[in-house]
């Protein structure tokens, strides 16, 4: 019989999209946000506001108005910017009402340029948007 001394197979696995991923700088913006999920299994869909404050091609930071238990998998929507149904899933949770969450598919330039432009933050004032591009 061999004995482990600790060093296991399934200790090296790893995802590719978080684990090698490229991380991707946060930016600080400020647009309207809804987050979609279902809750008592399949029987309720629910929907929650919240404002995205931080944002990059691969995740997010958002405030939430009030303590919500979020649960590990939900839609983000931003429809200023006419975002919907973003895959996400919550990485972590703050005490001060804000969570980080990581987009299952990444963000393209094009969109980020959209949130951009319809963000109230102070950084984000002079981005004008190319109607040719839509």
């Keep these: 019989m061999r004995t482990s001394t600790g060093s296991h197979f399934l200790k090296k696995e790893e995802s590719f999209m978080y684990d090698r991923e490229n991380r991707f ?9 809804r987050l979609e999920y279902t809750e008592n299994g399949m029987t309720h869909m629910a929907s929650r506001r ?16 009030a303590n919500v238990n979020l649960p590990k998998q939900f839609y983000l929507d931003i429809p200023d910017a006419r975002i919907a149904k973003v895959g996400a899933l919550l990485m972590k949770t703050y ?3 804000t969570a980080e969450i990581r987009f299952l598919r990444l963000l393209s330039e094009k969109e980020l340029d959209r949130i951009f432009v319809f963000s109230t933050h102070p950084a984000h004032k002079d981005r004008v948007l190319d109607v040719r591009s839509w």
């Design 50 to 65: 919240c404002d995205v404050i931080r944002i990059s091609r691969s995740g997010a930071v958002v405030a939430l108005l």
């Design 95 to 97: 005490t001060n009402n």
């Design 25 to 33: 700088r946060m930016e600080d913006t400020m647009n309207a946000g």
